[in-house]
């Protein structure tokens, strides 16, 4: 698929999310592309270790609106979207994520699955799914309070403000920042560094950090995930799609 780039060398498989005319915004058969890699490299002894990259002007901008636009409910154990939010939760194997530019929505939250990320200097993050007039994904209303505490929480998921890299790194979302051109190096060099590594002594220090509360994310990626679906629906969420196709402000003020 072109709009997921998949390529394996020296132990590592790289995903590139490629649609750069929709600033890398995900379709339904991207997140499937996504899911279908992770299994994969699940499976496969010989991919021992995922990089998640976009370009050096934009990792993505989050759910493509027009696919949001057109989205029929559909139950979450068929839903692409849903396959890849449990293959990244439970991945057993490390991740790393390299991020320039905006990472908007499921840009941002993708991150809180990810082992280690480093970030361009001109790295924006954002969630805005309250000004779309949805309700956080991926987890991120358990794993954002969680990391950043929960006032700084808010800010970012009832304003849905964005932040930049230094905030990223100060609250731990990010390991490093790095000039935008050198991030996709840096991010290839350390996981071959970790594919070097003895895979069941990653896997197991993985599950240990991870277990305490995979349940718990689990179970908030399912109940997030019916509540977006339901506001999907709504007409504020109508409003702010439609608004962002038309180029305008979106109007809340009947909704
Ligand atoms: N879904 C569909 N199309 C998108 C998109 C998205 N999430 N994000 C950007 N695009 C499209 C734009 O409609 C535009 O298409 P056009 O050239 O046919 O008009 C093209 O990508 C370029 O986007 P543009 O907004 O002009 O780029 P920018 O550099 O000024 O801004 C972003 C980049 C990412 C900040 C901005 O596009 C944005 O905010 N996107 C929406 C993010 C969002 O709300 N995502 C959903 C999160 S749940």
């Known amino acids: 698929m072109q709009d997921i780039l998949t390529h394996t060398a020296d132990g590592v498989m790289t995903l590139t999310i490629n649609r750069p005319d ?20 699940k499976n496969d002894a010989t991919i021992r270790v995922t990089v998640i990259q976009g370009d050096v002007t934009v ?9 949001f636009l057109q989205r029929k409910p559909m139950p979450q154990e068929e839903a692409p979207v849903f396959k890849f939010l449990r293959g990244i939760a439970t991945h057993p ?10 990472a908007v929505g499921i840009g941002t939250t993708l991150l809180f699955h990810c082992d280690l990320v480093y970030a361009g200097d001109n790295a ?12 956080p994904e991926a987890g991120s209303s358990l794993l954002v309070p969680q990391m950043m505490g929960y006032h700084r929480a808010a800010e970012a998921l009832l304003l849905g403000e964005p932040f930049m890299a230094e905030a990223a790194l100060e609250v731990g979302l990010v390991n490093r920042i790095l ?4 991030v996709n190096d840096m991010v290839q060099t350390l996981a071959r560094k970790l594919a070097a590594k003895p895979m069941g002594s990653l896997i197991e220090t993985k599950r240990l950090m991870k277990k305490g509360q995979m349940a718990q994310v689990l179970a908030q990626i399912a109940e997030e995930g019916e509540n977006f679906a339901r506001l999907l629906q ?8 439609t608004a962002f196709l038309e180029k305008r402000k979106p109007d809340f003020s009947k909704v």
């Open 22 to 41: 929709k600033k890398n915004s995900f379709t339904q058969a991207m997140y499937g592309a996504m899911a279908d890699a992770l299994e994969q490299a």
């Open 59 to 67: 990792f993505s901008a989050g759910n493509d609106i027009s696919d």
């Open 93 to 102: 194997k490390p991740i790393v994520a390299a991020v320039c530019g905006p």
């Open 124 to 135: 924006a993050f954002s969630m805005p799914f309250v000004n779309l007039g949805l309700c």
């Open 179 to 182: 000039p935008p051109t050198e």
């Open 234 to 241: 709504e007409p504020a969420a109508k409003e702010a799609f």
